[in-house]
């Protein structure tokens, strides 16, 4: 099963299909098809669906590579100092949009059916596209990973992080999460904020407030459904929430998500965010590894 982790690796990740919340350092947004991010070494990152527990096909694709590989390839070459900037923001999540991100989704594709020689060609083509224009990537995270990390991910915080995701619909107290982590609530306040960038109470605000998005974008719940179905007790402080995390109150939010999705029906929606299928971790996923020094790991979902 997917969960909030970290790797040595870079990572491109493209979501194919599906929507939901994603996590990628400190921080905390939604996701939806077509949406292409990069994360450099040992930045936490997951992606967590909305989909009720039901498994996608094709969801998403991925591909690895080491720090060695990035350096050989920016030290070895002048003309890959664009790339070399581009791994250097990689540290704190990039976002991209526009025609980087689509050329990027399709040079990705076919590193997955490519074989030999061509592989390495795409792959660099891909780093060269996703450097040329600065102004159509985002950096997400506040913060890049601490020189020295743990050799892996806290088990207590996926525990809370789950947690959350899974309950984020009904009363959340830090007191109960901090229990079932086997810690003091004041400890474990300093730890979840140590560990996500965000308070407690933040992250939950978050939480509620993106799967709101979602139901927003996809479904005809009216805003007062939607803001007791994500776990807040009153309109007016959904309202608030609403507009410092997305800077629009929800209806304003309801006409855009509209103008580029299609309302879906809510019949049969779970309100729970399922863990994201992810890599070749849940699926029968075919991995093809590009050759350099095992360098360079493609993920493609299997046929």
Not at 23 to 49: A, E, K, Q, R
Not at 132 to 142: A, D, G, I, V
Not at 265 to 271: K, L, M, V
Request: aromatic share 10%; glycine share 6%; with cysteine.
């Amino acid at each position: 099963m997917a969960k909030w982790h970290y790797h040595v690796e870079y990572e491109l990740h493209l979501i194919q299909n599906s929507s939901g919340t994603m996590m990628i350092g400190d921080y905390v947004g939604p996701f939806g098809p077509d949406c292409l991010v990069l994360t450099g070494p040992n930045l936490p990152h997951n992606w967590l669906s909305d989909t009720g527990g039901l498994a996608i096909p094709d969801r998403d694709m991925l591909v690895q590579f080491s720090p060695d590989c990035a350096d050989r390839i920016c030290s070895n070459f002048p003309e890959f100092e664009e790339v070399r900037m581009l791994l250097m923001n990689a540290a704190f999540g990039l976002l991209f949009s526009g025609e980087t991100a689509r050329k990027g989704a399709s040079l990705l594709r076919k590193i997955g059916r490519a074989q030999g020689a061509q592989r390495m060609i795409l792959f660099l083509d891909l780093l060269a596209t996703l450097a040329r224009n600065p102004s159509e990537r985002k950096t997400l995270s506040h913060r890049a990973p601490a020189a020295t990390i743990p050799s892996r991910p806290s088990e207590k915080a996926e525990r809370a992080i789950s947690y959350i995701h899974n309950n984020y619909f009904s009363d959340i107290h830090l007191t109960a999460v901090a229990q079932l982590c086997g810690m003091e609530p004041s400890a474990f306040s300093r730890f979840f904020k140590k560990q996500t960038g965000h308070t407690f109470a933040k992250f939950v605000n978050q939480t509620r407030i993106y799967s709101a998005c979602t139901l927003l974008a996809h479904t005809d719940r009216s805003v007062t459904e939607i803001c007791f179905d994500v776990g807040f007790n009153n309109i007016a402080n959904f309202n608030r929430q609403f507009v410092k995390f997305c800077d629009q109150t929800p209806s304003a939010y309801r006409r855009t998500a509209r103008r580029c999705t299609t309302p879906a029906s809510a019949t049969g929606q779970e309100r729970s965010f399922a863990l994201a299928r992810y890599g070749s971790h849940d699926r029968r996923d075919k991995k093809v590894q590009i050759s350099m020094n095992r360098g360079v790991e493609a993920f493609v979902t299997a046929p």
